[in-house]
């Protein structure tokens, strides 16, 4: 999974109240779509994330309603476990419907109810006789669903009236009764306010809501969430976004887009949306990061920040001297080139710009000794060098930069990918404690034995490796051209496809082992012995004209013949096959060769543990098995 899946995922979790099941159908619904229209561009999925963040957490409360309901529609699954109902749909908009006529038509199935004492109970009286109810049972959030048609019923908010809960469940109510807005606040922050079908609240009603909410000091939310289209002060004030003072001092976090205050001040995270024609802020000031979005800036604002600065589809093409923050990610910006004296104490992403080089006081300032970095991230930027680092404390990824050389002392605690680059030499001293991926390169690893914490990955590229190779993971290539290691080595899995080698190695210790469509390269090759110390509990080998050595030991043996047919049996008994195999094609194939070997094997047990494959290339897409000679040895 990518840096921006993963991300995709935490904030799709985010609204699943810690229901796995939940997080997996949003994923397969929502992230799905999101993915499949915006690719893997971290500052697009973003800014869809944050643009239908209400709408979400709605299709969240559909889905967790159907789990604790076990609805029909979540067993009927394709062949890979997906409810064949979220696959279906095509947009976004399709699935937000969906979720509206489902809400809408269970809330006016509860039907009105007569509450007993102690459901609600009223916290406190506004002007003009309303008023605002706490509620606190069961049967309260299902009246409060049926009456205002969305999805506070249906045991969907039910876990918020447990004790030890932090969130409060608030409507507020006229003076007959009627529920007019409901909110959800969590720890003191305003989560959401919502009114009748899940539909903004009238204009009205929300001045009442955020008065008291102003009162109680509440924090208003930001990022789509808590009371939409309004900002509370701290002094108290309120204001209405359309309308906002020229100095702007909000108590939490603040979201805003248009044409802005000229100073904001926020003790949370800011993220402000600016497009062409509306008026950019002149100086922000944030306790957390400070996302600046769209074309309207072209110019950064006086940035003064606690955290990280996101600059995503801006105009920006310089940084002003002097700018120190937590973190820096520039996404399709042209951003020209960083100052001299830019201090940046977390990641550095620049995704896609125009800055060719690092200065070195990047990694290194006044009052700090470390020569090292959180994750770096230049895909798609010109950078050719990375200024002086030779420690990375997160991912390194570098592809589709004009890098052509590696420090020679590198030192990448979590992943680094170098693909679509001009590096020629992996020097003997690069260390990688994460993933290592390589793809569309030309690469030489000049150490005596390469050693990578996690997953070796290559794809579509030509490799050439030492005497030895050790991944804490897994070791794939796929449509490459590999000079193997003499010794070969994985946690996990190794899988080699659509592939030419020089040699088999004569030594692999994994899990499971895949050769599919691999050429040997070289007359002497031609013979094809597999003949190798081998410890694993999976094998999957492209021809049959393949020995086994002596060091091949595994509990059983499954064998295919060219026109799909397989038959498990002993190691010796898939050497003395495969050491003959044309001899018993002409008696049968292995329906001649089940037979010779059934009376010797008698009703002897097989072990039903992990097996060891050898297939031929026309047999991996049918699987005939003579069931016959399974009874005889079973």
């Known amino acids: 999974m990518t840096d921006n899946a993963v991300v995709l995922k935490s904030f799709l979790t985010r609204h699943s109240g810690g229901h796995e099941r939940v997080a997996e159908m949003l994923m397969l619904s929502i992230g799905r779509l999101i993915w499949k229209a915006e690719g893997d561009d971290t500052a697009k999925i973003l800014a869809a994330v944050r643009r239908h963040e209400q709408a979400m957490r709605h299709v969240a409360d559909w889905?967790?309603?159907?789990?604790?309901?076990?609805?029909?529609?979540?067993?009927?699954?394709?062949?890979?476990?997906?409810?064949?109902?979220?696959?279906?749909?095509?947009?976004?908009?399709?699935?937000?419907?969906?979720?509206?006529?489902?809400?809408?038509?269970?809330?006016?199935?509860?039907?009105?109810?007569?509450?007993?004492?102690?459901?609600?109970?009223?916290?406190?009286?506004?002007?003009?006789?309303?008023?605002?109810?706490?509620?606190?049972?069961?049967?309260?959030?299902?009246?409060?669903?049926?009456?205002?048609?969305?999805?506070?019923?249906?045991?969907?908010?039910?876990?918020?009236?447990?004790?030890?809960?932090?969130?409060?469940?608030?409507?507020?109510?006229?003076?007959?009764?009627?529920?007019?807005?409901?909110?959800?606040?969590?720890?003191?922050?305003?989560?959401?306010?919502?009114?009748?079908?899940?539909?903004?609240?009238?204009?009205?009603?929300?001045?009442?809501?955020?008065?008291?909410?102003?009162?109680?000091?509440?924090?208003?939310?930001?990022?789509?969430?808590?009371?939409?289209?309004?900002?509370?002060?701290?002094?108290?004030?309120?204001?209405r976004c359309d309308s906002l003072p020229d100095t702007l001092h909000v108590p939490g976090d603040l979201t805003l887009q248009g044409s802005l205050p000229k100073e904001i001040v926020a003790r949370g995270d800011v993220y402000l949306r600016v497009d062409e024609g509306d008026t950019p802020p002149r100086s922000v000031k944030a306790g957390g990061d400070i996302h600046i979005i769209g074309k309207g800036f072209n110019v950064l604002p006086k940035i003064e920040t606690g955290g990280e600065l996101l600059l995503d589809s801006t105009g920006i093409r310089h940084l002003p001297e002097g700018l120190h923050v937590k973190g820096l990610f520039v996404a399709g910006t042209p951003l020209q080139s960083l100052p001299e004296n830019i201090k940046i104490e977390g990641r550095l992403v620049l995704h896609t710009t125009k800055v060719a080089s690092l200065p070195p006081s990047l990694w290194k300032w006044e009052g700090t000794t470390a020569r090292s970095h959180d994750t770096v991230d230049l895909t798609g930027s010109p950078v050719s060098c990375l200024g002086g680092i030779n420690v990375v404390q997160g991912a390194l990824l570098i592809g589709s930069t004009a890098m052509k050389a590696l420090p020679h002392d590198l030192l990448v605690e979590g992943r680094m990918d170098i693909s679509m680059t001009a590096i020629r030499d992996i020097p003997s001293g690069v260390k990688v404690n994460g993933d290592l991926r390589i793809m569309n390169a030309n690469v030489r690893f000049r150490s005596d034995e390469v050693l990578v914490g996690g997953s070796l990955d290559i794809r579509h590229s030509t490799v050439r490796f030492p005497k030895a190779v050790r991944c804490g993971r897994a070791f794939s290539a796929r449509d490459s051209n590999i000079t193997m290691p003499e010794s070969l080595e994985c946690v996990g899995d190794i899988s080699i496809e659509d592939a030419k080698i020089d040699q088999y190695p004569k030594r692999m210790k994994a899990r499971h082992v895949w050769f599919y469509k691999v050429t040997p390269s070289g007359f002497l090759n031609r013979l094809a012995k597999f003949i190798c110390d081998l410890e694993t509990k999976h094998i999957s080998l492209p021809d049959q004209r393949l020995k086994i050595g002596d060091g091949?030991?595994?509990?059983?043996?499954?064998?295919?013949?060219?026109?799909?047919?397989?038959?498990?049996?002993?190691?010796?008994?898939?050497?003395?096959?495969?050491?003959?195999?044309?001899?018993?094609?002409?008696?049968?194939?292995?329906?001649?060769?089940?037979?010779?070997?059934?009376?010797?094997?008698?009703?002897?047990?097989?072990?039903?543990?992990?097996?060891?494959?050898?297939?031929?290339?026309?047999?991996?897409?049918?699987?005939?098995?003579?069931?016959?000679?399974?009874?005889?040895?079973?």
């Open 63 to 239: 889905f967790k309603s159907a789990v604790l309901e076990n609805a029909s529609w979540l067993a009927n699954v394709d062949e890979h476990g997906r409810p064949k109902k979220l696959m279906k749909y095509g947009s976004l908009e399709r699935i937000f419907a969906e979720a509206d006529k489902v809400m809408i038509r269970k809330s006016r199935g509860l039907g009105r109810r007569q509450l007993g004492e102690g459901a609600e109970e009223v916290i406190a009286t506004l002007e003009d006789g309303y008023s605002i109810v706490r509620m606190l049972t069961r049967e309260a959030l299902d009246a409060e669903s049926a009456e205002m048609q969305h999805c506070i019923g249906h045991g969907s908010y039910d876990e918020y009236l447990e004790a030890g809960s932090r969130t409060t469940l608030l409507s507020l109510r006229d003076r007959n009764g009627r529920a007019h807005a409901t909110a959800e606040i969590a720890d003191g922050r305003i989560v959401q306010v919502r009114g009748k079908q899940n539909e903004a609240p009238a204009d009205k009603y929300l001045r009442l809501l955020v008065g008291y909410f102003a009162g109680q000091k509440f924090d208003f939310g930001g990022f789509g969430e808590g009371v939409e289209g309004w900002v509370a002060c701290v002094d108290g004030s309120v204001h």
């Open 552 to 634: 091949v030991k595994a509990p059983s043996v499954l064998v295919y013949d060219r026109a799909g047919a397989a038959v498990r049996m002993t190691v010796e008994q898939a050497r003395q096959y495969l050491g003959k195999h044309k001899r018993f094609a002409r008696r049968g194939g292995l329906t001649g060769f089940a037979e010779s070997i059934a009376e010797t094997v008698g009703k002897r047990p097989v072990h039903h543990g992990e097996m060891l494959f050898f297939a031929s290339e026309a047999s991996l897409g049918r699987r005939i098995v003579y069931d016959e000679f399974h009874r005889s040895v079973a």
